[in-house]
Structure formats: C-alpha cells, structure tokens
C-alpha cells in the first residue's frame, strides 16, 4: 500500500478511535460544550495549541515565507504576540464570567435575546471564514499526496454541479470526518484530537528544523546567508529583507505608501483578532478554575512560541533547498512549476521530501514527505472540528436554546440533540463554501485577511467594554457585533482579496481590510452605546457591572456546576452581591 495513504489512514484511526472513546462522555451539555470542565491546565495549553496552530499555521506561515521572505515571516510574529493579551485581558475573566461561550459574557449584563442573536452571526461568521482556511489546506495535500484518491472520488461528487457549485472531494472528505468528530464526540473528542495533534505537529516541526540546521553544519549565520542569497524574481530583493509580498514605493493610498498600511493593517488584525477567536474562547470553560485557564495560556505560549520560531528555519530552508520554482503539486519533468500552479501551502511537506532524500535516500523522501502530511491533516482535522463547535454552539446554544426557546423547557438531551444537527449543516456549508475558495489561495492569508479582521473588528471590542466599560449597554454590543462583522466582510469582498488573480482596479484598496474594518467595530461599539444611552437607559446593564467586575478577577460562583445561565434570570432585578 502507498506509505503516504496508509499513515493517512493511521491518522485517521487514532482520531477516530478518540472520538469513539469520548462519544461515551458526551451526553450532557457540560460534557459536550464544555468537557465537563475536567481538563487540566497543562492539557488545555496543549489543546489551545492544538486548535491555534492550524493549517494557516503549519502550511500557510511556511508557505509565506518560502515565496516572501521577510514580509511572510511577520505572520509569524503577529500571532505570537497576540497570546499576549490573551493571557493580560481576556483568558482569566472570560472563564470566571462565561459558562460555555462568549455569548454568555455578554449576556451576563446585557439582554439576552438581541446580543446572543448577534453574537451568533459573529461567531458563525468568524468560524467559517477560518474553516474555508483549513479546508483549503486539506485539499492541497490530498490532491498532491493522494492523487488517486481524488481522482477517485471526484466522479461521485459530479452531481452537485446541477446545484450550481462544484464540491472537491478531498475538501468533502475532510468536512465529513470532522462532522464526525464533533457530532459524536463533542469537546472530549475534540479536546484530546487536538492534544494528539499538537504533540505530533511539535515533533514534525522539531524533526524539519533539526534536518535544516544539521544541514547548515547548525551554524545559524551560514543558514540565514543561504537565505539572504535567494532574491524574489519580481523585484530583485533578497529574501530577508521586506518589500516582497508588499512593495515599497510602488503606490500611495490615501496619501500614504501602501505597503506600509497592508503591515499596519496586518498587524493590527493578528495581534487583535486572536483574543476574540470564539473557538479559543471556548476552550477556558474546559477548566475547572481560573489559575487553569492562567496555565493553559502558559503553556500554550510556550509551545506557540517555539512552533513559530520554528517556522523561520522551514520557511527560510524551503526557499534554499527547494525553490519557489519548484514549489506545486505537479511540477514538469524538468521539476519545475508553471505560474499559475505554484502553491505555497505544499512549501514545508516538499521540504520535507527534499530533505528526506538528502538524508535517508528516495524511501526516506517520501516517508518524510508522507508523515509531514500525515501531521498536516490531522492539525487540519482538529482545527475544523474546533470550529466547528464554536459555531455549531453559536446556534444551538446562544440562539436555539436562550432565544428560540427563552432558556425554558429544554432538556439537555434536546441541546444535544440541536448542537449535533447544527454541527452538519455548518459542515456542508464549510464544504461548499472552500470548495469553490481554490486550493493555490495561501491558508495564513485567508485566515488573517478575514477570520482575525471580523474577530478582532466585532467580538474584542465588545467583550473588552463588556469586562471593563460600565456604561456599555446593549445598543453597543449589538452595533459593535453586527457593524465590525458585515463592514469586514463588505470591505473584503470588494477588495482584492488574496486571490490567484485579484481585480485590477478593486473598490476598497488594501487586502488586508482591518486598518478600517477593526476601528470601525470599536466606534460603532462606542457611539451606539451613548446612543442607546439617550433612547432608553440600559439600567440591567450598569447594575450588573459591579458582579461580572468582581467576578471576573476572583472567580467567585464560577466554580463548576454553579455557573448561573444569565438570561434565563428575572429581568426586573439584580443579582444578589457577592461577598468576599
């Protein structure tokens, strides 16, 4: 049997194997939203890794900085500050004030019915748009690694171009196996997924970056040169300088350089984004207390950090030893790619191969190249299956069961029963939708262009003013969701995006869209508050501001099984004080 289809295959037993296991410890809400908040500090770190480092991560960063050098790097070091104010601002009070997603922060003061409807759409909105990321990588590394898998497959998926769109197989694939992760196995399955996949994804980083620097005699100064000596076709720069993927002196929007906004712009939506990644979010309500939730980030910190410091030595050791040119799926005999079909999400699993070859002959190329997918998938899996939840939750939990049905009258084994529906319908939109993304579009790119612009544009400002603003009201949770949500997607879709072949003359400038997008979330959050403030006075809102302050820092009635669902409380008065 093909070595790259049969450790495909072992991935996918183990996970498999895992959800069976945690299908067992899944039937109450607790178990399934929340793993029955039994994970261990350490572990949460791990399963936080997990989910943060996903495809856009592993493929995307590295593919980034084989084609770009310097500018690609940069995704690198915005996503690892980002945990930052993770760890400052939001891990610790959003596990003492929630109970199992972001949603319930927000209601804890605000009325229920509009903010939870509204952070639904965010939440949704956000998980798809990294989804479509993650999906993308999985179709690249099947159709490279399993040809004729998808070959295979594609017949049987010829139907769905009489409904107007055109489904990969691979990319179903992959959408099918994490429905059936979340729909069985919930956050158990998905927490130890992930813990699996984080240690396999550290050990395949650290085995690429060992080869690279044995390969360099570990001198770091010979690497970097080697580095410095490769120099991007179009303008002639080397490879550690910055200028590539954004030029420099090349054109002016509104009145200042436009490479200079695209990194501002940059770096503003993944140092912002991160904290309002509502399938991160989720994950401090596993743990059974706030020093947990204080470790898991440490833990999580330090395994991000070293992934990414990583990420300079395979992205760097992509573009010497293998070469942009040669950096495709199918490349001609002469081993190099056409244009159109270069593709940077395949930059570290062909560096793997290249190395392979160097060090253990041809079979240990394609052992090597065969478990960097293997690893690429399963953190492709994991991650889908974390999102998936997060949104399956912004619907069955946040809308169905605190707005449909008012918090009244719903059993667990019914908000089960929903959330596990909900999971496959986000499923089959997420496959439609990637399927007709394209798989040469970068998953880094994607993932920061859009998924960290509407985090950062809808959910950070209203949960920062929801925690530390006690005028904030429910008028400017709801404008600051809605308006930093549809203003990222609007000015997106009208850019030029991070296509293959983006417009020549695109409506809104910049690709990346979070100079604008995020800004305008934190005002529309501000004004509509003193707007609301004048139309009616949000009385629940001020007067629970005291309770969610002191709760948020000393965790007290947050213990497990006493976490109060807010909207289901009397609206006519405040809850008791608590005493220290």
């Known amino acids: 049997m093909n070595i790259t289809l049969t450790l495909f295959l072992f991935v996918v037993a183990i996970t498999l194997l895992i959800t069976g296991w945690a299908a067992r410890r899944s039937s109450t809400t607790i178990q399934f939203w929340a793993a029955g908040r039994g994970i261990r500090g350490w572990q949460n770190g791990l399963a936080i890794a997990g989910d943060y480092m996903s495809a856009a991560s592993f493929l995307g960063i590295a593919g980034l900085i084989a084609f770009n050098g310097y500018d690609g790097f940069m995704y690198s070091v915005g996503w690892l500050v980002a945990y930052l104010l993770v760890l400052f601002l939001v891990a610790e009070p959003m596990r003492n004030t929630g109970k199992f997603t972001m949603a319930d922060t927000l209601a804890y003061r605000m009325r229920a019915v509009p903010v939870r409807s509204a952070a639904a759409v965010a939440t949704i909105a956000v998980s798809a748009g990294y989804m479509m990321a993650q999906m993308v990588g999985a179709g690249s590394l099947v159709k490279i690694l399993i040809p004729t898998l998808d070959a295979t497959l594609k017949p049987y998926f010829a139907w ?22 979340v729909i069985a196995g919930g956050m158990v399955a998905t927490t130890w997924v992930q813990i699996v996949k984080a240690v396999m994804l550290m050990g395949g980083a650290i085995l690429l970056t060992l080869l690279v620097l044995i390969h360099f005699g570990f001198n770091i100064g010979s690497f970097f040169d080697h580095a ?11 490879f550690t300088s910055p200028g590539i993927l954004y030029k420099y002196g090349e054109k002016s929007v509104w009145g200042v350089d436009k490479a200079l906004l695209e990194n ?3 770096g503003m939506a993944l140092v912002l984004g991160t904290a309002g990644l509502p399938h991160i979010l989720m994950r401090f309500f596993t743990v059974p207390n706030a020093k947990a939730a204080r470790t898991s980030v440490a833990w999580a910190m330090g395994l991000i950090g070293s992934f990414y410091v990583m990420t300079s030595f395979l992205g760097f050791g992509a573009a010497s030893l293998v070469g942009k040119a040669h950096i495709c799926a199918k490349p001609d005999a002469a081993g190099k790619c056409a244009t159109a079909a270069l593709n940077n999400n395949l930059s570290m699993p062909l560096l ?7 060090f253990f002959g041809t079979f240990g190329g394609e052992f090597l190249l065969a478990l960097i997918a293997a690893v690429a998938f399963a953190t492709i899996l994991a991650v889908v299956a974390g999102l998936t939840l997060a949104a399956a939750s912004a619907f069955s939990h946040d809308f169905y069961v605190n707005v449909i049905r008012a918090g009244h009258d719903v059993t667990e084994r019914e908000q089960v029963r929903v959330a596990r529906i909900t999971a496959a319908a986000v499923g089959i939109v997420s496959i439609i939708l990637a399927s007709g993304t394209g798989a040469t579009t970068n998953a880094a790119a994607l993932v920061a262009g859009l998924a960290f612009v509407i985090a950062a544009s809808a959910n950070l400002p209203v949960i920062l003013f929801t925690l530390f603003w006690k005028r ?5 949770a709801v404008a600051g969701l809605l308006g930093g949500t549809l203003m990222a997607i609007w000015l997106y879709v009208i850019g030029p995006g991070f296509s293959v072949a983006p417009p020549k003359n695109p409506a809104f400038p910049l690709s990346n869209v979070g100079i604008v997008a995020i800004p305008f979330g934190f005002v529309c959050a501000v004004v509509f508050t003193w707007v609301g403030g004048l139309v009616k006075a949000d009385r629940l809102a001020e007067e629970r501001f005291h309770e969610i302050d002191v709760r948020a ?5 947050a213990e497990p099984g006493t976490v109060e669902e807010p909207s289901v409380m009397p609206r006519t008065a405040t809850r008791p004080q608590t005493s220290g």
């Open 160 to 181: 769905s171009t009489s409904l107007g769109f055109k489904l990969d197989p691979s990319i179903a694939m992959v959408g099918v196996l994490m429905m059936i992760y």
């Open 228 to 238: 410095a000596a490769v120099k991007d076709a179009k303008t002639q720069l080397p």
């Open 264 to 266: 501002i712009s940059l």
């Open 352 to 358: 793997a191969n290249t190395l392979g070859k160097e």
């Open 472 to 476: 904030f009201n429910t008028w400017g």
């Open 553 to 557: 820092y000393t965790g007290l009635g």
